[in-house]
């Protein structure tokens, strides 16, 4: 069986789940991923984010006659926003005896670990089925910045976005395929003013403010480096962004477009749709900046629920 990382979207929204007749194209489900590897004769899961889209996973999980009662798999989080754990609670294989999971997530400064991050919303106040009810074993780990070895030839590179909350983007490597994803990220920018009529202005923090952006945005790009497929946050337009969004933690479309040609990326999809954009409105803008993107040898690809790629 010849090697490849089949990739599924079972969700492709982003900030609240947007069912309804206008999101029917390209889903109304928050983020979820399925990466599965071939390996040998066989395959490995793994699931970036748990968005309202990992129910329907889950389902589809049950249903697999592979899994035959045992099941075992890791949970990559890109980091704890409601909107991207808020399925979990609904992940059918959790209340199965013979699941096994590994549910991976940033380390923050706050004092609660990962466990209580995620099993909060599992109390009784919100929730029927308390997380020490479950019948999966599960095991919670804590991750940082850092390259790590997955096994089956499996590498993770984990980098920091630019979120208001602490996020992780994922460089995967399988053999000759390589996987990026970028949710909940935006261009790093000079945080200190740069108007010599603030008075609270200096030229010289205002410099370093500039630099340090520059550099953290270079590292973005090689962090991105020959992605054969690199999956990106695009929940605005560029006049979207400039018109009050700066600072939210979510990039313009356009910028993830450049960003991914200077980089080398191969292919680019676009996801966390905004959740009050409607199918025809991202139609209109893939059509716009495919018109702009005519001699590049960038793909670009808009997200949409259910759709499989192959890397």
């Not at 920018?189 to 108007?195: A, I, K, L, M, R």
Request: overall charge negative.
């Amino acid at each position: 069986m010849d090697s490849a990382v089949k990739i599924k979207f079972w969700g492709a929204r982003g900030s609240i789940p947007s069912p309804g007749p206008q999101t029917v194209k390209y889903g109304g489900n928050t983020l979820c991923l399925e990466l599965q590897f071939t390996v040998k004769d066989d395959y490995r899961l793994i699931i970036i984010d748990a968005g309202s889209g990992i129910r329907c996973l889950g389902d589809a999980l049950i249903a697999d006659q592979r899994i035959n009662g045992q099941f075992s798999t890791e949970i990559f989080l890109s980091h704890t926003h409601l909107d991207h754990i808020l399925g979990l609670p609904f992940f059918a294989p959790m209340y199965l005896p013979g699941t096994r999971l590994k549910i991976y997530g940033p380390m923050t400064c706050e004092e609660d670990p990962l466990k209580e991050v995620i099993g909060g919303q599992m109390s009784y106040r919100y929730f029927p089925v308390r997380q020490e009810e479950l019948a999966a074993n599960i095991e919670y780990i804590n991750l940082k910045e850092g390259r790590y070895d997955l096994g089956d030839e499996i590498t993770l590179t984990a980098k920091y976005l630019n979120h208001p909350l602490l996020a992780l983007g994922y460089r995967i490597e399988f053999q000759n395929c390589i996987i990026c994803t970028a949710f909940d990220t935006e261009p790093f920018y000079n945080v200190f003013s740069t108007d010599p009529a603030d008075p609270s202005y200096d030229e010289l923090i205002t410099a370093e403010g500039n630099l340090a952006a520059r550099e953290e945005n270079r590292r973005m790009e090689a962090f991105f480096r020959g992605a054969d497929l690199l999956i990106h946050d695009g929940q605005y337009t560029q006049t979207e962004y400039d018109s009050g969004k700066k600072g939210w933690g979510h990039s313009p479309i356009e910028y993830a477009i450049a960003t991914a040609e200077r980089a080398g990326v191969k292919r680019l999809v676009i996801c966390h749709h905004d959740p009050l954009r409607t199918d025809s409105q991202i139609d209109d803008i893939a059509k716009r900046l495919y018109c702009g993107q005519q001699g590049t040898e960038l793909e670009i690809i808009f997200a949409r629920e259910g759709m499989t790629l192959v890397a």
